[in-house]
């Protein structure tokens, strides 16, 4: 089947992928998948029909909704039960904590006492079971007749309940206005009536304040999908640019290395050059910091001196060479004469000491 065959329309795309991202989103899906598999986005706008943003088939949803809202009845029953249950017990606990430190009225130990076997009766009556088998023995032996039997007078027990239900009520309030002063601090200074008052409005602020938590947790997760599929994207992005900048300089590298190694040389020339005209410079700075003008003078004075001197020695050195030359034209007779005058001074010499010593020894 070619793909040809169906084509989806731009619109059709921004909604698929409105839908892929809110009720489908492992769907992680661009334009360009869209437009490679054209029937594969029909398919998933067929499917996007039958489900919700949970996921969930339509009717599994509203089964689940109609099972979500028994078992939050049961629970509200649950913790009705519970909760009565609870501040029964807390009465009873604080009974015992009274007896301990305070001295009680007879009319509070009656109340106290009726509850607590009413109470205990009513438990042990539900361990027997709401009714036994004649094959299955009663618990050690215990019927409910005899468990009946234990529970406190009628006129008792309803003298009982009518109290119990004043004390719930004070116990319930109490536990009210604790949760107030919980949530809101500055009510716990507020008098009765008030605390009354904003405890009407609490179950609401609640309810508001715990919409407001589930809304941030939805826009939370709908934001981390969009991170997701902007990460995606910024992915396959960057891999693109890598190829482009790889592209770039298999291509370009080459045309571009001579230029940029003639410039380099360029600089390093010019930057050698002037390292140079700076280190003259600074010889200059010493030199002129060290030689003043006077020292200048001399040093010149004394060179022009030395100049003249080196002159009159090269004058001298030339008449010397002149004559020596004229002396080599003679050849070997010039050398025999100069070994001849030689002996002769040295034997002059020898004669002079010995006749000085002569002289000495007979002075």
Known sequence: MASGDFCLPREGMEVLQQVCSRQLPPCNLNEEDLLQNPYFSKLLLSLAQHVDES?????LAKEQAQAWKEVQLHKAAWLRSEILQRVIQELLVDYYVKTQNTNLTSEDRKFHETLEQRLLVTELTQLLGPSQEKEMPSLLGVEKADLLELMPPSEDFLWMRA?????????LKKKCFTLLCYHDPSSDSDSETLKAAKMWKLAEVLVSEKQQCQDTKRQQKERRVLLEKQSATYSQ???????????????????TQSELDRINAQYLEIKCSAMVLKLRMEELKILSDTYTAEKVEVHRLIRDRLEGAIRLQEQDMEKSRQILNTYEVLGEEFDRLVKEYTQLKQATENKRWALQEFNKAYN
């Open 55 to 59: 996921g969930l088939s339509l009717t």
């Open 163 to 171: 109290r119990l239900q004043l004390e719930v009520e004070e116990q």
């Open 237 to 255: 992005v960057l891999l693109r640019c890598l190829a482009l900048l790889q592209r770039l300089l298999q291509e370009h590298r080459l045309k």
